[in-house]
């Protein structure tokens, strides 16, 4: 059988122009085909300090943005994933792994400790974060506008929502004495938190005790803590941690027959009384468009951080009633959802 290129040399003397032009087109394609085949995928690291089991929903979402900004997994990215499971002190390491596989970009999620982990293990790499505070004054980015640097992401704003959850605590619980507050002191955004706690708390004369957690044992003996002080009522701080325990804390505030209030539509879809807070997975799904258009091209100094813009108030009645209280009125129609 003759060669392409034998047929190529009989072409000239022996086809038409345009049946040659025809064969040399396709030889090329057959010349450049393969080689395009070769070219590896560019590989998304995807760093969290949450647990797997609990953020399928949200890991779903990055992927959906990923897949409007034209990435899908397994056909023209790969992805790289790795969970701290609620344990920060893994984050460095993981974060090395990530950066062992040479990323293309890095989504960094789960809080201030992902996006600090994933920055001093690729400091080359762009990061794409999501965190709950805010990223200029953890020391990520100049300004929410411009960046300036290769990282970028979405915050949550999450800490600032402390004094409205306390508001609408103090709605259900009017007669609440004391107010029991879970902080976890290994947050970067703790004393922020901890301060518009105490300033909200004054503003309106509510006596509030803080309850330090930084794990599981901690978050048992909180809640006990807080029955022994006749808390009448509780609030959770924002930490990634404690969402990923949210199933705990809620089976504690049925135990205790404790009113609590949540950062995150996570715990009451769990079976808290109440949250106030973010769509968690807008969110995740801003940082999958944003990886998209790294890998298109796009710097992250020129990308402005995104900020949160819809809060969701959400109430659990089939809680309320387990608990025994009565949900004002005027609570449930500013609800954005009431789960009976």
């Known amino acids: 059988m003759a060669s392409v290129k034998d047929m190529l040399h009989q072409g000239r003397a022996g086809l038409g122009r345009r049946a040659f032009v025809s064969l040399a087109a396709g030889a090329a394609a057959m010349r450049w085909l393969p080689a395009r085949a070769q070219q590896p995928m560019p590989v998304v690291g995807f760093l969290s300090s949450r647990a797997s089991a609990e953020s399928a929903n949200d890991i779903a979402a990055f992927r959906h943005g990923l897949a409007e900004a034209g990435y899908v997994e397994g056909k023209n990215v790969a992805i790289e994933v790795r969970w701290a499971e609620g344990h920060f002190e893994r984050l460095p390491a993981l974060a090395a792994e990530l950066a062992s596989a040479a990323p293309a970009v890095i989504a960094a999620t789960g809080g201030e400790p992902s996006a600090l982990a994933a920055r001093a293990a690729a400091p080359g790499t762009p990061i794409v974060f999501a965190i709950g505070g805010d990223p200029v004054e953890a020391g990520l980015v100049a300004t929410l506008n411009r960046p300036g640097g290769n990282l970028t992401g979405v915050t949550l704003l999450l800490t600032a929502m402390e004094g409205k959850r306390l508001g609408l605590l103090r709605e259900l619980v009017p007669t609440a004495a004391l107010v029991a507050v879970l902080l ?108 998209g258009r790294i890998l298109k091209g796009a710097r992250p100094a020129d990308l402005p951080v995104m900020r949160s813009s819809k809060f969701e108030f959400v109430v659990n009645l089939k809680t309320a009633k387990a608990l025994g209280f009565a949900v004002p009125a005027t609570l449930i129609a500013r609800a954005d959802e009431v789960i009976e």
């Open 184 to 291: 976890n002191p290994a947050m970067s955004t703790f004393n922020t938190q901890l301060n518009d706690i105490e300033e909200a708390a004054r503003n309106v004369g509510q006596e509030e005790r803080v309850l330090r957690v930084r794990n599981e044992t901690d978050i048992d003996d909180a809640f006990a803590g807080a029955a022994e002080l006749k808390a009448g009522a509780l609030m959770v701080g924002t930490d990634h941690y404690m969402i990923s325990r949210r199933h705990q804390m809620v089976a504690l505030a049925a135990r205790y027959g404790i009113p609590a209030i949540y950062p995150a539509r996570e715990y009451a879809a769990a079976g808290g009384l109440m949250s106030y807070g973010p769509n968690i997975s807008e969110a995740y799904h801003q940082v999958g468009l944003y990886v």
